[in-house]
């Protein structure tokens, strides 16, 4: 396939509002793509580079060569080019990279030159989010949307499952079930003002303590354990405790999920970026364990001795996880069969007041019927914090002022928006301190794709959480609505923008 094919689908799905056109543009490039061709065009046309990073600035694409004059560039001629570009490292890289993008514009026409600068920079926004791009692949091989949409989630990856079926059809969904050794995509929660409104919109519930630590997932065979991320990242080598930890489950095969956290010697919390840098690092990992040992607590469980547990309720699920991982290895929770009876309530009140005692970030309160919904922000786990707080993408960065003066310092803020974009809700410069300026300026200029004389703009893939007062009413914004009084509490390099907080989620507290 040609890439001038996929950058004329990416003008038509943007020029279009509605959802049925979009997904019917999808489909009919999809049945025109080849299986090898497909983990790249869906990845594209979702709006990302499979590379995730070349280390191109926007400098790079500001004068691209003279385009060429009819398109000869296939979809995977330019995927390789890529590739070419995020391998280049050492001495002179930049000077490399440039040379290998110039060539590659240069066998671009001017329509593809567009698209690829859009794709680079991180501002392709016609609207084709992994969603549309699940419908307009069922729709391509004659599945159900909601059967391909469980063979990603099982699967990992869209481009993966795109691959499979355009080469074997729908029959294919069937090979797709929860495998020990292949992640799946975690299940997400949605946010609360506080626990009486959870109690109110989930009936019966379990009350579970909320960690600041890193969200892992175990799957164990056997001696044999592997560890992954929240992004499917495997991070075994990295977590000796945590493994041997899982290898006292009373269970041969089993995929769990949970968080793993650095505690003091009090049993409290460090602080979540030691935690992080203790994940994060690759260097003498043996060193470290016994400095900064992390701790494994698990919360639920997917799979058990042949057994897929993803659709069972979670009640069910919870009671196997407790017949074979010892109570010092589970997270402390709090069954609420009856959320309305005020003693009930009373009882989640002192829960959640003791977990933030203990040093915790909250409570997290999920629905004792809900099913695992693997790869989605399902309404029936809702987190509750004491302090409002966002999971937001950086969009532009101002140079400071004073003492802040050559730090990028005051962050231009965004959620995402249901068409892929991210709607700026704010600004914030409170919360940092001179270690995080120090390592934004930096880190902000790889990202830029625009230099302006205030700051920088940049491609929208670094999330920091926030702490906040209230959502109030502004028509200086384009949702109509600013957040008070933000201040930065972290970055959370460990999410994607993907998971970043929707604008719905923060039109839901507005007060």
Same mark, same amino acid.
């Given at each position: 396939?040609?890439?001038?094919?996929?950058?004329?689908?990416?003008?038509?799905?943007?020029?279009?509002?509605?959802?049925?056109?979009?997904?019917?543009?999808?489909?009919?490039?999809?049945?025109?793509?080849?299986?090898?061709?497909?983990?790249?065009?869906?990845? @594209?046309?979702? *709006?990302?580079?499979?590379?995730?990073?070349?280390?191109?600035?926007?400098?790079?694409?500001?004068?691209?060569?003279?385009?060429?004059?009819?398109?000869?560039?296939?979809?995977?001629?330019?995927?390789?080019?890529?590739?070419?570009?995020?391998?280049? =490292?050492?001495?002179?890289?930049?000077?490399?990279?440039?040379?290998?993008?110039?060539?590659?514009?240069?066998?671009?026409?001017?329509?593809?030159?567009?698209?690829?600068?859009?794709?680079?920079? +991180?501002?392709?926004?016609?609207?084709?989010?992994?969603?549309?791009?699940?419908?307009?692949?069922?729709?391509?091989?004659?599945?159900?949307?909601?059967? !391909?949409?469980?063979?990603?989630?099982?699967?990992?990856?869209?481009?993966?499952?795109?691959?499979?079926?355009?080469? &074997?059809?729908?029959?294919?969904?069937? +090979? @797709?079930?929860?495998?020990?050794?292949? /992640?799946?995509?975690?299940?997400?929660?949605?946010?609360?003002?506080?626990?009486?409104?959870?109690?109110?919109?989930?009936?019966?519930?379990?009350?579970?303590?909320?960690?600041?630590?890193?969200? $892992?997932?175990?799957?164990?065979?056997?001696?044999?354990?592997?560890? #992954?991320?929240?992004?499917?990242?495997?991070?075994?080598?990295?977590?000796?405790?945590?493994?041997?930890?899982?290898?006292?489950?009373?269970? %041969?095969?089993?995929?769990?999920?949970?968080?793993?956290?650095?505690?003091?010697?009090?049993?409290?919390?460090?602080?979540?970026?030691?935690?992080? +840098?203790?994940?994060?690092?690759?260097?003498?990992?043996?060193?470290?364990?016994?400095?900064?040992?992390?701790?494994?607590?698990?919360?639920?469980?997917? @799979? $058990?001795?042949?057994?897929?547990?993803?659709?069972?309720?979670?009640?069910?699920?919870?009671?196997?996880?407790?017949?074979?991982?010892?109570? /010092?290895?589970?997270?402390?929770?709090? !069954?609420?069969?009856?959320?309305?009876?005020?003693?009930?309530?009373?009882?989640?009140?002192?829960?959640?007041?003791?977990?933030?005692?203990?040093?915790?970030?909250?409570?997290?309160?999920?629905?004792?019927?809900?099913? #695992? =919904?693997?790869? &989605?922000?399902?309404?029936?786990?809702?987190?509750?914090?004491?302090?409002?707080?966002?999971?937001? !993408?950086?969009?532009?960065? %101002?140079?400071?002022?004073?003492?802040?003066?050559?730090?990028?310092?005051?962050?231009?803020?965004?959620?995402?928006?249901?068409? *892929?974009?991210?709607?700026?809700?704010?600004?914030?410069?409170?919360?940092?301190?001179?270690?995080?300026?120090?390592?934004?300026?930096?880190?902000?200029?790889?990202?830029? $794709?625009?230099?302006?004389?205030?700051?920088?703009?940049?491609?929208? %893939?670094?999330?920091?959480?926030?702490?906040?007062? *209230?959502?109030?009413?502004?028509?200086?914004? /384009?949702?109509?609505?600013?957040?008070?009084?933000?201040?930065?509490?972290? @970055?959370?390099?460990?999410?994607?923008?993907?998971?970043?907080?929707?604008? %719905?989620?923060?039109?839901?507290?507005?007060?």
């Amino acid at each position: 396939m040609l890439l001038a094919d996929v950058a004329r689908t990416s003008r038509e799905i943007a020029a279009t509002s509605a959802r049925s056109r979009k997904v019917a543009l999808l489909a009919g490039v999809f049945r025109a793509t080849a299986p090898s061709e497909a983990p790249v065009v869906i990845t @594209y046309l979702a *709006g990302r580079l499979p590379q995730r990073r070349l280390g191109v600035g926007w400098k790079a694409l500001v004068q691209p060569p003279p385009a060429a004059a009819d398109p000869r560039l296939s979809v995977l001629d330019a995927h390789e080019a890529l590739e070419r570009i995020s391998a280049v =490292s050492g001495k002179g890289a930049q000077g490399e990279r440039k040379r290998l993008l110039d060539a590659l514009l240069a066998d671009a026409t001017e329509d593809e030159q567009r698209f690829l600068a859009r794709l680079i920079g +991180g501002e392709l926004r016609q609207g084709a989010l992994d969603a549309l791009a699940v419908e307009g692949l069922a729709e391509a091989v004659g599945a159900a949307p909601a059967e !391909v949409r469980r063979a990603v989630m099982l699967g990992g990856s869209l481009g993966a499952v795109a691959q499979d079926l355009l080469a &074997r059809g729908a029959d294919a969904l069937a +090979g @797709y079930r929860l495998e020990v050794g292949r /992640p799946v995509l975690p299940m997400l929660a949605h946010t609360a003002r506080g626990v009486d409104e959870a109690l109110d919109k989930l009936g019966p519930c379990a009350v579970e303590e909320k960690l600041d630590g890193i969200r $892992v997932q175990v799957h164990r065979d056997g001696p044999s354990v592997r560890i #992954y991320t929240r992004t499917l990242d495997e991070i075994t080598d990295r977590l000796p405790e945590v493994a041997a930890a899982a290898r006292g489950i009373d269970a %041969e095969r089993v995929v769990l999920d949970g968080e793993c956290i650095a505690l003091d010697a009090d049993g409290r919390p460090r602080p979540f970026q030691e935690t992080a +840098g203790r994940v994060g690092s690759r260097l003498d990992v043996a060193s470290a364990r016994i400095s900064m040992p992390l701790s494994l607590v698990v919360f639920d469980l997917l @799979y $058990v001795d042949g057994r897929d547990l993803l659709d069972l309720p979670a009640a069910r699920r919870h009671a196997e996880l407790a017949r074979i991982v010892p109570e /010092p290895l589970r997270m402390r929770r709090l !069954v609420a069969a009856e959320p309305a009876d005020e003693q009930v309530r009373a009882a989640v009140r002192e829960f959640t007041a003791d977990t933030l005692a203990r040093g915790h970030e909250g409570v997290m309160i999920k629905a004792l019927d809900a099913p #695992y =919904s693997a790869g &989605r922000r399902g309404a029936s786990w809702l987190k509750v914090k004491p302090v409002h707080t966002l999971d937001l !993408v950086v969009l532009a960065a %101002e140079w400071g002022h004073g003492r802040r003066t050559g730090t990028l310092s005051n962050l231009h803020l965004g959620a995402r928006r249901s068409d *892929g974009g991210f709607a700026m809700l704010g600004k914030t410069f409170k919360g940092l301190t001179d270690a995080m300026l120090t390592w934004q300026t930096e880190r902000l200029q790889q990202l830029a $794709v625009s230099q302006e004389p205030w700051g920088v703009i940049v491609r929208p %893939e670094l999330v920091v959480e926030v702490a906040f007062d *209230g959502v109030q009413r502004s028509p200086r914004y /384009p949702e109509g609505m600013a957040l008070r009084f933000a201040r930065v509490l972290r @970055y959370r390099e460990d999410k994607p923008a993907a998971e970043a907080d929707t604008v %719905e989620t923060v039109r839901s507290l507005r007060t």
